[in-house]
């Protein structure tokens, strides 16, 4: 009868040990294309863009994803979620 190697009786590998390097870029644009279907659907795609990026935030994009979904840039975009949450303490 054969005996079994340690590596063969070893337990499979965790989840967090797995790499899951390859299959992040497809998740990130899947994720900034449902997103951008999400506000051609919704009721901000005739807002401002001060309404299109409060309802991007919400989705939990971040500033480079609303500004390459608006086609803006970054900065227009902290400029503006600066000037929401001045807003919101007042």
Do not use: C, N
């Amino acid at each position: 009868m054969r005996r079994r190697t340690r590596a063969a009786q070893a337990a499979p590998e965790s989840p967090a040990a797995i790499d899951l390097s390859g299959v992040t870029p497809p998740l990130l644009v899947a994720s900034r294309s449902l997103a951008a279907i999400a506000l051609a659907l919704s009721a901000a795609r005739k807002g401002t863009d001060t309404q299109k990026i409060r309802f991007l935030q919400s989705l939990g994009l971040d500033r480079h994803e609303i500004a390459g979904i608006l086609v803006t840039t970054p900065q227009v975009v902290s400029t503006l979620l600066s000037r929401l949450r001045r807003s919101r303490r007042r």
